[in-house]
């Protein structure tokens, strides 16, 4: 990572958490070097194939406690190896201050957007005042340059 470590990630604040998709987005810097760095946390989900290794001499589980425990119901804080254990983590750094807005909690609001609305205010003062710049990746997926390993589907008009 060009001399930068996660380790070396000094936390400042948290940008939104999402508890139930198991995701938070937390804003910090790497000593001695200029600009903001934005993270993601998220834990993967489980694969079938790991659950089916919870029993027996190979289980994962390293250490278990019960918390609650009431008639038929029992639950419990299992620590588990590390392979199970892992978090994917996304790194955008240096991160412009753009992104650090979108992924500050902010308030939610549904409003419903007609052709008329997006032309009149959508189009004009979102969509066209995107730096190209910004949408580079969206060009490296469509130029084939990156992430050609996750394309699925690919001809002429489209690109899954």
């Given at each position: ?48 194939a790991q659950v ?34 892992k978090v994917q ?53 469509i130029d084939k ?16």
């Amino acid at each position: 990572m060009e001399g930068r470590s996660l380790k070396d990630f000094v936390y400042e604040r948290t940008l939104t958490l999402h508890g139930d998709l198991k995701k938070i987005y937390i804003l910090g810097h790497f000593p001695g070097q200029e600009g903001k760095a934005l993270v993601k946390l998220e834990k993967p989900t489980f694969e079938e194939a790991q659950v089916k290794l919870f029993t027996g001499e190979s289980s994962p589980i390293l250490e278990e406690a019960m918390y609650f425990n009431n008639d038929v119901y029992h639950k419990y804080f299992l620590q588990l190896a590390p392979e199970i254990s892992k978090v994917q983590c996304d790194l955008v750094y240096p991160v412009p201050d753009d992104l650090i807005a979108k992924y500050t909690e902010s308030p939610k609001h549904i409003f419903r957007e007609t052709a008329e609305i997006y032309h009149k205010y959508t189009k004009p003062f979102f969509i066209d005042k995107i730096p190209d710049s910004h949408i580079q990746w969206v060009y490296n997926i469509i130029d084939k340059s990156k992430e050609t390993e996750l394309t699925v589907f690919r001809n002429e008009l489209f690109t899954l």
